[in-house]
C-alpha cells in the first residue's frame, strides 16, 4: 500500500493555486524574519517598502527555480 501512495505522490503536481498562495505565504514569512533579523543587529533598517520588495524578489525566485 505505501508503494502506491509513493507513486501517486510522486506523479502528482498540486493545485497551481495552492502552490502560490504557499509560495507568498511562506515567501512573505521568511522576508519578515530576515529583514527583522537584520534590523535587529544594526545591518539595516526595517522599512514596508523593502520588506514588498523582498517579499516579491523571493516569490520571483522561488517561480523561476521550481518551474519545469
Partial sequence: MSGDLTEG???SKGDPKVLLIL???LSAI???IVLWLSAFA???TFSWGQ????TLLL???T???TRE
Fill in 9 to 11: 505522490m510522486e506523479s
Fill in 23 to 25: 509560495n507568498v505565504v
Fill in 30 to 32: 521568511f522576508a519578515y
Fill in 42 to 44: 544594526g545591518i539595516t
Fill in 51 to 54: 520588506y514588498a520588495t523582498f
Fill in 59 to 61: 516569490i520571483v525566485l
Fill in 63 to 65: 517561480f523561476v527555480v
